[in-house]
């Protein structure tokens, strides 16, 4: 059995809060402002919200079958080969966002603070913090993002705040900006922006508690859904729509506005670092999940192995958009809205299987369930 460290919950759901939420330094809260114009804060809620009844179903699933992830479950239900079908689909959403938000990251880092840095050095860089990250594995990883966690709601708590004396909260209306169906459309078929949550289904095994693991998620996603919902508000009132359209570096532009006194300017330095340190350890996080996944599909007895090969090519393909807004719209349009059939659509499927089955067992008077 394949099984890396242990992983208590704290750490779980501060890493968990940190993939979720990372993206917020990135162009998450553009992406927002493109679907909800002026009530782009309210597409998180509804996202998330649905993200959750998501994870409830993979939640489900795990207490059927404790001591198990979600690539053994979806094999035991579904059979090897529809089963390694659906474990192809969560290692091609988590391996895809890793790759479009380390290209992101990176274009952030070289505009911000390196500009005639060759950007292939600045990935190259990332990929070398992230690849010694996974080799440690995913207990150091979850400490790390414990340890880290206050950085993250300093930095958001601060830029918030801060960013307040420029905002104009007659950017908000109209309120329900597009209208109240486009908005529940648009929040429902971006699920997959909650898509990280299933990280704790990969790494059940590890849990320490796993029978907590439901409340683990829903903590999470909770927090994660204040912070993205009152960030994206600021942003909006910040910059009103639809000048919030054109800009690529939301966390980055905010900042830059902070001005509180003559001696307290350009502070925007000072959250680019605290933002490369959350950047490497969403990096670190998704690479470690998507090589989990591809270790246990290919049932193999240490993951270590086919880390370099992960990180070669996620390397390559980070450089396959030829800009940023292309990166961003196939995270957006591509990963963020059918990733959402890979993470929650196919647990619910197999949950519908696995509860056929044993309905059919339990009239025949056979057990069905797996150990």
């Not at 079958?65 to 090897?80: D, F, L, W």
């Not at 030829?322 to 961003?328: G, I, L, N, R």
Request: proline share 6%; aromatic share 12%; net charge positive.
């Amino acid at each position: 059995m394949l099984e890396e460290g242990r992983i208590g919950t704290n750490e779980a759901v501060a890493a968990t809060v940190y993939f979720l939420a990372s993206k917020l330094f990135i162009s998450f809260p553009q992406q927002m402002a493109t679907v909800g114009l002026t009530a782009a804060w309210v597409i998180p809620i509804i996202s998330f919200s649905t993200g959750a009844l998501g994870f409830l179903i993979i939640a489900a699933l795990l207490k059927r079958y404790p001591g198990k992830s979600i690539v053994e479950i979806s094999e035991q239900i579904a059979g090897p080969v529809f089963g390694n079908l659906a474990t192809l689909g969560y290692f091609a959403f988590f391996f895809a966002a890793t790759i479009l938000v380390m290209r992101q990251f990176s274009e952030t880092v070289g505009t911000a603070l390196l500009p005639r840095t060759p950007l292939s050095v600045i990935t190259a860089i990332f990929v070398l913090a992230t690849l010694i990250a996974v080799y440690l594995g995913g207990e150091a990883i979850t400490r790390a993002a414990f340890l880290a966690a206050p950085l993250i709601v300093i930095t958001l708590v601060f830029l918030n705040i801060l960013s307040l004396p420029q905002a104009n909260l007659d950017a908000m209306f109209p309120i329900f900006g597009p209208g109240p169906g486009k908005l529940l459309y648009h929040g429902v078929v971006h699920s997959a922006i909650a898509g990280e949550v299933m990280f704790l289904a990969v790494v059940a095994p590890q849990l320490r508690d796993g029978h907590k693991v439901k409340t683990m998620g829903l903590i999470a996603i909770a927090i994660t859904t204040f912070f993205t919902s009152v960030s994206v508000l600021v942003f909006v009132t910040v910059f009103p729509y639809p000048l919030c359209l054109h800009i690529p570096y939301p966390g980055y532009e905010t900042s830059t506005l902070i001005y509180v006194g003559r001696f307290f300017q350009r502070v925007e330095v000072a959250f680019v670092f605290l933002w490369v340190i959350s950047g490497c350890i969403e990096l670190a996080l998704g690479a470690y999940t998507s090589t989990m996944i591809l270790a246990r599909m290919l049932k193999l007895p240490i993951y270590r192995p086919i880390v370099p090969a992960v990180a070669i090519i996620g390397y390559t393909l980070a450089f396959t958009p030829p800009d940023v807004p292309t990166a961003t719209r196939l995270d957006f349009e591509l990963v963020r809205t059918f990733g959402g059939i890979a993470v929650f659509v196919v647990p619910a499927l197999l949950l519908l299987v696995a509860q056929v089955r044993e309905a059919r067992g339990t009239r025949r008077g056979e057990p069905t369930r797996g150990a």
